[in-house]
């Protein structure tokens, strides 16, 4: 990178244009793009979004995972990556290797300090989006995902416009019924922006009581699914509380589940088996 993301370039209209063919070019490389959003914080997005790329890579797809939340990238804490800083290669930026069919690549991994990109104004934001998306080497990917940055504002839309064609949008939301306006909003924003929803999921849907074995819907349940219903926009799976899923985000222990054994491991599994039919089978 010839300067640190978020400061503004000089360029001129050809210099501009180059770089958007650059960026063009990277994507497509890449055979699908999901795109990670949620209407509000704390409903699990990065969870969520770290979770998918580990089962899709388990799945056996090469896979990239993206964090482009500049204000709170928190994609490196539950990855159990905090720390690393990527490899350059000339102007490109290495993304981490988890292991051969997984990589990760965070703002977090750039940022000095959470303070630098709070300071950031819209167009300096907007800049350090698109130069984080042309610079990464990915190669060749099955999958990108991206954990956008939470709610509708010009984050997520940057992140949108920006990933260009082809990207499908999966929308994190929790079952209460308060949640609604959130996810409605959400879907409301894909359709302004041309971004199809590959669907949503709900997470944080109960929890499998550990002494009982019983299911006790703390935040009540099927939320998701009717909102999905009612917006005409598929419903991918729920996800229940688990504890191991607090510990491994806690301690960024995620990668040591290669197996999926947990009760959220294994709904994730079948998250990514929608989201793979969907897009024509695990033979595609
Ligand atoms: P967001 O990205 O929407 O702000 P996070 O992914 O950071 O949310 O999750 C917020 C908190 O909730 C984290 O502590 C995370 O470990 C926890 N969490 C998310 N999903 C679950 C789940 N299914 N079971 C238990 N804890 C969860």
């Not at 991994?109 to 709070?118: M, Q, T």
């Not at 509708?152 to 609604?180: C, F, H, K, M, N």
């Not at 290669?258 to 959220?264: E, K, N």
């Amino acid at each position: 990178m010839s300067q640190a993301p978020g400061e503004l370039p000089v360029v001129n209209e050809s210099q501009k244009r180059r770089e958007e063919e650059a960026l063009e070019r990277r994507m497509a490389e890449i055979r699908h793009k999901l795109l990670v959003l949620s209407g509000k914080g704390g409903v699990g997005k990065s969870t969520v979004a770290a979770n998918l790329a580990v089962s899709l890579s388990r799945a056996g797809k090469h896979v990239g995972l993206l964090d482009v939340d500049v204000h709170g990238p928190s994609i490196p804490g539950i990855m159990g990556l905090e720390g690393q800083s990527p490899a350059l290669l000339g102007e490109e930026i290495l993304p981490v290797g988890v292991n051969e069919r997984l990589a990760v690549m965070s703002m977090g991994f750039l940022l000095a300090s959470g303070r630098d990109a709070v300071i950031w104004r819209g167009p300096r934001k907007y800049g350090a989006i698109q130069q984080f998306l042309k610079d990464v080497f990915w190669g060749p990917l099955d999958y990108l995902v991206v954990d956008s940055p939470p709610g509708t504002g010009d984050e997520p839309l940057s992140v949108a416009q920006l990933v260009g064609g082809g990207a499908e949008a999966v929308v994190v939301t929790t079952p209460q019924r308060v949640a609604i306006a959130d996810v409605r909003r959400c879907v409301a924003f894909c359709e302004a922006v041309s971004l199809p929803v590959r669907g949503i999921v709900e997470n944080m849907s109960g929890l499998d009581c550990p002494h009982c074995g019983k299911r006790v819907d703390l935040f009540g349940s099927g939320g998701g699914r009717a909102l999905a219903e009612e917006m005409g926009v598929p419903f991918l799976g729920a996800i229940p509380i688990d504890p191991a899923v607090v510990v491994s985000g806690d301690a960024g222990a995620i990668p040591s589940d290669p197996a999926g054994q947990t009760p959220a491991a294994r709904a994730f599994d079948a998250v990514v088996g929608a989201i793979l039919e969907g897009h024509g089978g695990q033979k595609e």
